[in-house]
């Protein structure tokens, strides 16, 4: 699906301030982690899935690197339920 710059934008907003990693007892959102822009990517391209397929679709795929890039970890295994959940809620919004 091929979301209009405008709706990806607000994408890229949404998810940058409503969706966040835990790591230990940290939050680290996804805007501050500079990863909103790849996941909005990804999640608008898997929306015709439907908004859930899509949303643990693309955040299985999206790789996450840590310590010195030495390792990657897939974005879903860093996101609480709750946290998924918010993301399948903002990409159902999209699908409205």
Do not use: F, N
Not at 28 to 33: K, N
Not at 54 to 80: E, T, Y
């Amino acid at each position: 699906m091929t979301l209009p710059a405008a709706d990806l934008l607000r994408l890229r907003e949404a998810l940058a301030d409503r969706v966040y990693l835990r790591i230990c007892r940290w939050h680290l959102y996804l805007g501050d982690a500079q990863l909103a822009a790849p996941l909005a990517e990804s999640l608008a391209a898997l929306l015709d899935q439907g908004p859930a397929a899509a949303a643990s679709q693309a955040a299985g795929a999206l790789k996450v690197p840590v310590g010195d890039g030495k390792h990657s970890v897939s974005l879903a295994v860093l996101l609480p339920s709750s946290q998924m959940a918010e993301l399948k809620d903002i990409a159902a919004e999209l699908c409205r």
